[in-house]
């Protein structure tokens, strides 16, 4: 953190010095400009600006879009960029993203508009993608360099990005290799040009040579400062996931609304109970609603008490912790089979604080519609009026509070206020249930639940069920009915593969299904190589993502096999080979994790209402918001507001939410983060680099923040 701080110190002062600022903070006078915290995004309706608006979408940063291809957008000229407020000088914009390092016609104004307005306010631009060349500091890649795939490389972050807005990375930048018939990343790799002050923060070894090219890079002139990146990417390419984060914070100096960090969760479900097995020769799951006649014998998969030491170890070496989902008459039922023994139980009782528990109904019991189980797929019964016949409240209550009862019993630590139903039942399920039961809002008020769980794969976005708020999990191909391995494999060949294959058909009923197979895998080794890196590039995405929403796998993943662990090592250990020690992975229960989300939505919504004003003069940072929103914020380490430090560190820097009564919040940057100054313009200094020609201007919308879900 030293070594961070200090280089980052450094590099504040140089960038003083070249851009002609006076040392030490600014002074809040007259002179001193307002530069409002809001990005300026100006796209061509490619993947690399909208992958930084994604970003910028996901952290809850405020931005203007401006979209090129459009042909009512505004001109971006000096009053669009600049005005006065109170008497004082207004940057409207805190940064500047271009498609690549000049979009515009030949002569453009808007460029030379632009470039003023950078060097009068010392506003920073992101070339998003652009071809390297002299006019962004590099030489062209066929002096020496490269043009071409890189997929699969490992780049780079140098010693200069780790000492900067990089060095949340440990630094390797892995490029994604996910087909071996689909190009992924193209790039431009060259070193920078005679004479030019460019220093590069990613870089990955030029084919052929003993070089490095530049990926990512700064480049000063003129009184500006450009990133300027040489790859293509999309906002779910994992390079650029790694690298969103040090662009933001790039381009923002570290001040701007809005917080991100890396988020993952693993709620382990029916923890205390058995589930089925999937059977390799009927392809279903005897003891399932849809494996009907009653073929097959039920053939369960329980943990075991050494299963429980295995995964307490797995957690105190990853210093990670699951959520155990449970439901209590699985070990009623074990105990009644076994004159009252259930070895499982007495370890997971005794070892109950190593885990967080969450309440999972206590027979795990379908608590929507009555169904009728003799059809495939089920349907829901009905009343002799048509209407759909529904689970009692009575049953609903009784289910929950039952099962609270017994975990308080066993002293599991519960937090009463959290709810998983079984299967999320009781929500809405299409097509067999278009509507929640209208018992299930009822019982979980009589319980006092105001967390319940719902599948993200079905109903991703935060709602209120009664007194209770949704919080949507993510449901890990690692299926619940296989403790195998090759039960897994079994089971993904027919899903994925077509029915000449021996499949389902269901890719074929289905082709927007992107996992579908070519051929069936291996069920000895097609685990290993196939499902797991998948399943781990899924989650791990996710992780990358700025999302707090939970995932979750069950007991049955691990027992017997512990077919779990290897993606869940895969998130982990891939994570702890990519990032610093100041960027761990935020590990939340379920109700911290609604909150996050309730938060994120109630600011996006005062986002949209154009409710939101973030300015910064000087070494202030102010920010308003409306009555009884919840304010996000990244700054430097070592701000305060008041006489209190802000924030916690995350990353290099520090971010939270402060609470707002609707009067404006205020923010003491730390001396190091010298403010932008205005600064006179010399002829020479507002003359933009020669433009090229791209493509035809087009249109301004006002983007609000959305997540990214």
Known sequence: MKRTIRTTALTVGALIAALGLGAGPAEADATTPRIDLRVLVVSDGGPATDAIAAELDAAGTPYTKVDLTRSDRPAIDAGFLADTVDGR????????????????????????????????????????????????????????????????VQAQVTAAGRGGAFGYLDGPVPFEDNSPTVGESYAYLSTPAAGADFTPYVQAPIPGTTRQGSLVGEYRHDGRRELVVTFVYNQYQQQFRLLSRGIVEWMTGGVHPGASRNYFAVHVDDVFAADDRWDTTLNCTPGDVDCTGGAGTPSPIRM????????????????????????????????????????????????????????????????????????????????????????????????????????????LPL?????????????????????????????????????????????????????????????????????????????????????????SGICEDNPATTTCLSAPLDTGTGYTDYIVPLETRIALGHVLSNDPKPHFIHQSNLAEDRIAYPVLDGVLDGYDALFADNTPVVNLRMKDIGVELQRRAAWKTAVQAGQITAYRIGDTVTVQGPNGTAVPATLPAGTTRGTTAFGTAY?????GWTASAGSALTFTLPSSATAPSATARTTAAATAPAPHTRIPAGVTEQVPYTPDN
């Open 651 to 655: 990353a290099g820097a520090v971010s």
């Open 415 to 503: 937090d009463n206020t959290e709810l998983v139903t079984g299967e999320h039942s009781g929500l809405r399920i299409l097509p067999q249930q278009p509507a929640d039961n209208p018992g299930l809002a009822l019982g979980l008020a009589d319980n006092n639940v105001t967390w319940l769980a719902s599948d993200n794969s079905r109903d991703p976005q935060q709602r209120q069920v009664g007194p209770a708020t949704t919080v949507a999990r993510y449901p890990m191909n690692v299926f619940y009915n296989a403790g195998r391995t090759a039960e897994q494999v079994d089971e993904y060949n027919w899903l994925y593969t077509g029915r000449a294959q021996g499949g």
């Open 89 to 152: 000088p207004r940057a409207r914009f805190q940064a500047v993203v271009l498609p690549d390092d000049n979009p515009f016609t030949a002569g453009s104004a808007e460029m030379t508009a632009l470039a003023a307005y950078e060097q009068t306010y010392a506003i920073p631009q992101v070339d998003a993608y652009t071809y390297a060349r002299p006019q962004a500091g590099l030489q062209v890649p066929t002096s020496g360099g490269y043009s071409g795939s890189i997929d699969g």
């Open 304 to 411: 075991t008490p050494a299963d429980v030491d295995h995964a307490t170890a797995w957690q105190n070496s990853h210093h990670f912790t699951l959520d155990l989902v449970y439901n209590g008459a699985g070990s009623a039922d074990q105990r009644a089979d076994n004159d009252g023994v259930d070895q499982l139980a007495d370890k997971l009782i005794t070892d109950r604080n190593q885990f967080r528990w969450v309440n999972h109904t206590y027979t795990h019991a379908f608590l929507g519609c009555e169904q009728n189980v003799t059809v495939v797929p089920w349907t829901c019964i009905t009343n002799a009026d048509g209407s759909t016949k529904w689970v009692s409240r009575a049953t609903i209550d009784n289910e929950i509070a039952t099962n609270r009862v017994w975990g308080q019993v066993a002293g």
